[in-house]
């Protein structure tokens, strides 16, 4: 009797683990009109919203690499940086030059993959980054769009 006792605290133990195993991220926009939510646990979701309505429900984006050291999406590190550059474009555009500026959020993942998010005043953007010294293949790289209504 004591050891069912004990296997059910276990497994509701680690129901609740899992739970709180989530990490939520939230970055706004230099004038905090876009809000960009990810949603890190076993998988990792995004969603956009635009002056508060939603432009894109949660969403599932996902990289695998043959080189992953471990499966999963831990977070092991993050740094939030705000960006305000004057970059000039190789082949001039309807200006000589552009205005970046946004806010970026960077997350280090155990498996040697980072993600970097960027928030934008009309938009967001984000990239994968590997600390792979050797050689690697992209066995797959997956992005949803859920657009609301």
Request: charged share 25%; hydrophobic share 40%; aromatic share 12%.
């Amino acid at each position: 009797m004591k050891k069912s006792v004990y296997l059910i605290a276990l497994m509701l133990g680690s129901l609740g683990y899992q739970a709180f195993a989530q990490k939520d991220f939230t970055l706004l926009s230099p004038d905090k009109s876009v809000k960009f939510i990810l949603e890190v646990a076993d998988s990792i979701n995004y969603s956009v919203a635009v002056d508060n309505k939603g432009v894109v429900g949660k969403s599932k984006i996902s990289f695998t690499t043959d080189a992953s050291r471990k499966a999963g999406w831990k977070v092991v590190g993050t740094k939030r940086t705000f960006i305000n550059e004057l970059l000039t474009p190789v082949v001039r555009q309807k200006s000589k030059s552009i205005q970046d500026r946004c806010n970026q959020l960077h997350l280090d993942f155990s498996n040697g993959l980072s993600l970097e998010c960027r928030a934008y005043n009309n938009g967001v953007a984000w990239r994968w980054i590997t600390s792979y010294k050797k050689e690697y293949k992209v066995l797959d790289e997956k992005v949803g769009f859920s657009f609301d209504k």
